[in-house]
C-alpha cells in the first residue's frame, strides 16, 4: 500500500513537472516569437522589445548568450552563418530599429566588413558633416599619378664649342632662330688655325716634290743609272710627305670650313633646331673647351617623372604615360616609358623614370611642371574613390558606403594604384555606389569607440 502511495506520489511531482517545464517553454517560445515579429515588422525603435545590451539583439534570441538556441534557428533557415547570428536580427546584416549599436571587431583590430551604421535620422548626417561622392569606373585602367618636369632630349640637344682658341670676329644667329644643320653661327679667327693651315700648304709643296723625284729615279732606274735603294728612299719620304698632309688636313677639317683670312674658321650648326643658348660675344677670346651655343631640337621632348621608391614596383618600360602641364591646361601628350633609373635620389627618396614625348608645335617647353599618368597594366576598367573616403586601422582598409539617408555599410576595401586625389579600389565597392568623403571621421570614432579605451584608434 505505502509503495503504491509512493509511487503515485512521484507520478504527479513528474507530470507537474513536466507541465513547467511546457510552460517555460511556451514562455519562451512566445517571446522568440514576439521578437522575431518585432524585428521582422521593424517595430518603431524596437518598442516592447528586450536587448542585448552585448550583442544588440532581442534578448529571446541572442544566440552567444544562449548557444541552444542555435539549432533551432538553423533548422527553420533563419541563420547568418558569417556572424553567428539569426539573419533576421543579425547586427551586422539586418540590425532591429532601436537595438543598441554593437560593432563587431575581428581579430585584426579593424570592424567587420557589411558592418551597418544607423543613425538617428538623415539629419543627424548632416549635422555630423557627413558628406558622399560616387564610385567612379575610369575606362583608362588603373594608373599612377606623380610629378613631371619636362626637359630636353639630350639625344637632340647639342652644345657647340670652339674648335680652336681665338677671337670671334662675327656672329650670324641670336638665343631664339631657328637654324638648320650646316648653318654657319659665328667666325672665329685663330693664329692657331694659320698655323695649322701654313703647315698644310708646305706638307703639299714637299708632297709635290717627293712625287718628281720619285718618278724621276724611277725612269732612270729602268735605263740602269739609279739604284733601287735611292729609289726606295725616294718612295718612303713621299709616303712620309703624304702623311703630314693627312695628319694636318684632318687637324683642319675638325675647325671646321675655312671663312676667309689666314686662321679663320666658321662654327657651324651640328643639328637642325633652335637657338637656346648664345655665350659667344665679337671681339671675344674664345678657348676651345668654351661653351658658345646650344642648339636644341624640340621636335620631341622628354617627361622626367619622380617615382616614389614604395611605388617604382609598378613601373615598367614600355607603361604608357599621359602627361598634363600647369602651363597648358586641357592639353595631355602621350608617350611611352623609355628609361627606370637603378639608383634612388638620396634627397627625395624618388626614382627618375622617363618617356618621350612627341612635340611637333613646339608646345612642350624645358622645365615645364606637371603631373603624369603612368597606365598599369592594360586599359580595361577600375573603379576609383577621393582619396578621403579610404580609411585605415592597423593594416585593415575600409570606406562607409551609403545605403540609406541614415544608414551606412562598412566595407573592407582592397587598394590599387593611389594617386594624390583618388585612390583604386580593387574590391568591396562598385561604380556608382555613394562612399563617405567628409565626416568619416565621425563614423569611424563611433564605430571604434568602445575599444578605445583611453586613447586613439591606431591608424
Known amino acids: 500500500m505505502t509503495s503504491r502511495l509512493l509511487h503515485l506520489v512521484f507520478l504527479m ?48 534570441m541572442c544566440t552567444k548568450c544562449n548557444p541552444d538556441l542555435i539549432a533551432g534557428f538553423k533548422k527553420k533557415g533563419d541563420w547568418c552563418d558569417e556572424h553567428g547570428f539569426p539573419e533576421s536580427v543579425c547586427p551586422i546584416c539586418n540590425p532591429v530599429p532601436g537595438a543598441p549599436k554593437v560593432v563587431v571587431v575581428e581579430s585584426d583590430g579593424a570592424p567587420a566588413d557589411k558592418t551597418r551604421l544607423c543613425l538617428k535620422s538623415p539629419e543627424a548626417a548632416s549635422l555630423a558633416g ?24 639630350a639625344t637632340r640637344r647639342a652644345v657647340v664649342n670652339a674648335r680652336a682658341p681665338g677671337v670671334v670676329r662675327a656672329l650670324h644667329v641670336d638665343i631664339g632662330a631657328r637654324v638648320e644643320k650646316g648653318k654657319k653661327l659665328a667666325v672665329v679667327d685663330s693664329a692657331t688655325v694659320g698655323a695649322d693651315r701654313a703647315q698644310l700648304q708646305g706638307a703639299r709643296a714637299r708632297v709635290r716634290a717627293a712625287e718628281a723625284n720619285y718618278r724621276r729615279d724611277k725612269e732612270l732606274q729602268t735605263k740602269g743609272v739609279s739604284s733601287a735603294k735611292e729609289v726606295l728612299a725616294l718612295e ?43 655665350d659667344a660675344t665679337i671681339g671675344e677670346m674664345v678657348d676651345a673647351d668654351e661653351t658658345l651655343f646650344e642648339v636644341v631640337d624640340t621636335s620631341t621632348m622628354w617627361a622626367e617623372l619622380s617615382v616614389p621608391e614604395d611605388q617604382v614596383d609598378q613601373v615598367a618600360l614600355g607603361q604608357a604615360v599621359i602627361v598634363t602641364v600647369d602651363g597648358l591646361k586641357g592639353r595631355q601628350f602621350e608617350g611611352t616609358i623609355s628609361y627606370v633609373s637603378p639608383k634612388v635620389d638620396p634627397r627625395t627618396r624618388t626614382i627618375q623614370v622617363r618617356a618621350a614625348l612627341a612635340n611637333p ?35 585593415v582598409y575600409f570606406v ?60
Open 361 to 395: 608645335e613646339g608646345r612642350l617647353r624645358a622645365n615645364m611642371y606637371g603631373e603624369a599618368r603612368v597606365v598599369l597594366g592594360d586599359r580595361g576598367e577600375a573603379v576609383t574613390v577621393p582619396a578621403d573616403a579610404v580609411q585605415r586601422v592597423k593594416d
Open 400 to 459: 562607409y558606403v551609403q545605403t540609406k539617408d541614415d544608414e551606412f555599410e562598412i566595407r573592407r576595401v582592397d587598394l590599387g594604384a593611389r594617386e594624390r586625389a583618388v585612390t583604386e579600389l580593387t574590391s568591396g565597392v562598385s561604380a556608382n555606389e555613394r562612399v563617405v568623403v567628409s565626416g568619416a571621421f565621425a563614423l569611424k570614432a563611433e564605430t571604434l569607440k568602445d575599444s578605445m579605451g583611453d586613447g586613439c584608434v591606431d591608424d
Open 236 to 278: 718612303q719620304e713621299l709616303e712620309l710627305a703624304r702623311a703630314e698632309v693627312g695628319s694636318l688636313s684632318a687637324s683642319i677639317g675638325v675647325v671646321g670650313m675655312n671663312a676667309g683670312g689666314a686662321g679663320g674658321y666658321a662654327v657651324t650648326a651640328p643639328l637642325a633646331g633652335w637657338i637656346v643658348e648664345r
Open 130 to 153: 557627413v558628406a558622399t561622392a560616387p564610385a567612379v569606373s575610369r575606362a583608362e585602367g588603373s594608373s599612377l599619378v606623380v610629378p613631371a618636369t619636362i626637359a630636353f632630349d
Open 13 to 60: 511531482l513528474s507530470i507537474v513537472g513536466s507541465a513547467c517545464g511546457g510552460d517555460r517553454r511556451a514562455k519562451e517560445k512566445s517571446e522568440r516569437d514576439e521578437a522575431a515579429e518585432a524585428a521582422e515588422h521593424g517595430k518603431e525603435k524596437g518598442e516592447g522589445v528586450e536587448f542585448c545590451g552585448e550583442h544588440g539583439v532581442p534578448e529571446a
